[in-house]
């Protein structure tokens, strides 16, 4: 026990003193995760950004107008009347993911189309095309405005004139005689409720009694006949998009720490050190053991590090302190013994370097340290289940903003600890043939 606690400390004696590298393990990962935090959605008091969109309104009619205005005062967008050569300038730039032009007399020709169907306007659509996402949602909510204002200027009573162009189109056109017969007793109707919603509305106003109010007020017309109440539900704090992205960069770079740790044993081969070190009355295994557990120290020790200045200016909530302790131990236990496995196996220390980069890169990649699982394809969120960064990664957020119990800990801890005893096993079982060659 005194020759494995002098080993331990005389590594993390020698850790601490590099103050340069020890403050780039702590620097890197709080700015990488404060960019990936405030990308995937940011702290609990951010707001959902608004997509912008720029109108061009050459329809002056009233139609127009209020297809503009309804969407203008959608919470979901931030909308700008522009010009069309202006828009699309915008939206050539990448300035501008989408603009909407409006024709003039658009609002009357959709008011037309509204039930027959006969030549129907169309809208011109720019878009940026590496925003293509973007073009689905106004498309939807530009639906619903040209429906909500074409269908009140084709049910006002205030103006039949409408109804009876409708009636002229429907008679004149190629439609099955049935059809036609249908639509025309429809349109026949609307015009004579029309007419007569007109009528008691004159002589409401000659009697006095109407509302002006009331009178100025334009059709409400045909409107989305549903509303949402929106709910944010977990079991904890409110979600912090910087929980994620804290423990995906931590999980990421104490990885790499791990790697130089690896790193480290190879390159005190190539000097000699390491023979020094076996010639010394200490067991291999008491070598191995004290260098991961002062690997696994030094990881745990940064994991605290990076959730406390997590805490402390993004606003982050450990919702289970035992369960993430016991997470952040297990996983730490990991690092050093990955560390151990990139020793034994590596040749060289600029070839072992090489492919521990890269096999750590895709671990945190399909681990969803960059970005979260689910948006992963289905069958890759199954496979991912056997890499130890999906659990750590899934861990950490079960422990922080998801709020769950140390029951939700377990399973990650314990498939974490179950890598780092094949990686240590792997590890011993190689240095030791090595050694008896």
């Given at each position: 026990?005194?020759?494995?606690?002098?080993?331990?400390?005389?590594?993390?004696?020698?850790?601490?003193r590099d103050k340069r590298a020890l403050m780039m393990h702590l620097l890197m990962p709080v700015v990488l995760a404060a960019f990936f935090g405030s990308l995937f959605g940011g702290g609990p008091e951010a707001s959902t950004s608004k997509v912008e969109v720029g109108v061009v309104l050459l329809d002056q009619s009233e139609v127009g107008k209020q297809i503009a205005a309804g969407l203008q005062a959608d919470s979901a967008l931030k909308v700008s009347l522009l010009d069309e050569g202006a828009a699309q300038q915008l939206v050539r730039k990448g300035k501008l993911p989408v603009a909407v032009v409006i024709p003039a007399g658009f609002g009357q020709s959709a008011a037309d189309a509204l039930f027959s169907g006969i030549d129907k306007p169309s809208l011109t659509v720019y878009y940026d095309p590496s925003q293509s996402t973007m073009l689905a949602m106004v498309k939807g909510l530009l639906t619903q405005q040209v429906m909500q204002a074409s269908s009140a200027a084709a049910f006002s009573f205030?103006?039949?004139?409408l109804t009876s162009k409708q009636l002229e189109k429907v008679a004149s056109s190629d439609l099955a005689a049935s059809d036609k017969a249908q639509l025309s007793d429809f349109l026949g109707s609307l015009k004579k409720y029309q007419d007569q919603r007109a009528a008691s509305a004159q002589q409401e106003q000659a009697a006095g009694k109407a509302d002006p109010a009331q009178a100025d007020k334009p059709a409400g017309g045909m409107s989305v006949p549903f509303s949402t109440k929106d709910e944010a539900l977990s079991s904890g704090p409110r979600y912090n998009g910087y929980a994620?992205?804290?423990?995906?960069?931590?999980?990421?770079f104490i990885l790499f720490m791990g790697i130089d740790m690896g790193i480290s044993i190879l390159l005190a081969r190539r000097t000699g050190i390491w023979n020094r070190l076996m010639?010394?009355?200490?067991?291999?295994?008491?070598?191995l053991l004290g260098r991961g557990l002062s690997g696994a120290l030094i990881a745990l020790g940064l994991m605290c590090a990076l959730f406390a200045c997590a805490m402390l200016i993004f606003k982050v909530t450990i919702s289970t302190l035992a369960g993430f302790l016991i997470l952040a131990t297990s996983f730490a236990l990991m690092t050093a013994a990955f560390g151990l496995l990139i020793a034994a196996f590596g040749k060289t220390p600029e070839a072992a370097r090489g492919m521990a980069v890269f096999a750590t890169m895709i671990m945190v990649m399909l681990g969803g340290a960059w970005v979260p699982s689910f948006i992963f394809p289905e069958w890759m969120q199954q496979v991912t289940l056997a890499?130890?960064?999906?659990?750590a990664v899934d861990g950490f957020d079960a422990v922080t903003w998801r709020g769950l119990g140390l029951d939700a800990a377990l399973p990650p801890v314990a498939v974490l600890l179950g890598f780092?005893?094949?990686f240590a096993g792997l590890a011993i079982w190689k240095f030791r043939r090595e050694a008896q060659q």
């Open positions: 026990m005194t020759a494995l606690i002098a080993l331990i400390r005389k590594d993390l004696k020698l850790y601490l205030k103006d039949s004139s994620h992205s804290f423990a995906g960069m931590g999980v990421q010639a010394a009355p200490v067991t291999l295994t008491t070598v890499i130890p960064t999906r659990w780092a005893l094949v």
